[in-house]
């Protein structure tokens, strides 16, 4: 697999990908979709990865690096929409792009990196443990518009 950053001809297998992620999200049909992806790709702190085997992307991950005023100045990172297609999983793909996201936000001076999951399921957790992440070193809170 080739990990690299996602490029805009990527757009319609990212989003097939993101399907099997939230199935129940509706389609966007008014193009807002397409400038929030041109916007990503073209920012310095937002990393969107895929990873690619003949020519198909079979994993994604999305990496946020925020500038931050405490620990030294040291940015903080976030990993999100992280998918592996669903045919392919178990075999290393969500595991190798996360790793390289991770690697990315060392490499960027962050003095940690947060994910969160809103699967209940044991095996979800144990691979984000797999690739290094604790489950007790914080809690996370989400609020949610009313």
Same mark, same amino acid.
């Given at each position: 697999?080739?990990?690299?950053? *996602?490029? @805009? ?17 509706? &389609? ?5 979709? +397409? ?12 990393? /969107?990865?895929?990873?690619? +085997?003949?020519?198909?992307?079979? !994993?994604?991950?999305?990496?946020? @690096?925020?500038?931050?005023? %405490?620990?030294?100045?040291?940015? $903080? ?13 178990? /075999?290393?793909?969500?595991? !190798?792009?996360?790793?390289? *996201?991770?690697?990315? *936000?060392?490499?960027?001076?962050? $003095?940690? +990196? ?9 095996? %979800?957790?144990?691979? $984000? ?5 604790? &489950?007790?070193?914080?809690? &996370?809170? +989400? *609020?949610?518009? &009313?």
């Amino acid at each position: 697999m080739i990990i690299r950053e *996602a490029c @805009l001809g990527d757009f319609g297998q990212i989003l097939e990908l993101y399907s099997q992620l939230h199935p129940e999200d509706p &389609a966007i049909s008014d193009g807002r979709n +397409v400038s929030l992806f041109e916007s990503i790709t073209s920012s310095e702190h937002l990393f /969107l990865f895929v990873g690619v +085997v003949d020519a198909n992307i079979v !994993a994604t991950c999305y990496l946020n @690096l925020i500038p931050n005023l %405490t620990r030294n100045a040291s940015p $903080y990172g976030i990993i999100e929409n992280v998918v592996t297609e669903q045919k392919l999983r178990n /075999l290393g793909y969500g595991k !190798a792009i996360i790793r390289h *996201a991770l690697k990315l *936000a060392w490499t960027h001076g962050c $003095y940690k +990196v947060m994910l969160q999951t809103g699967s209940a399921r044991e095996a %979800t957790h144990n691979f $984000y443990k797999s690739c290094g992440f604790a &489950a007790d070193d914080k809690f &996370a809170f +989400v *609020a949610r518009p &009313a």
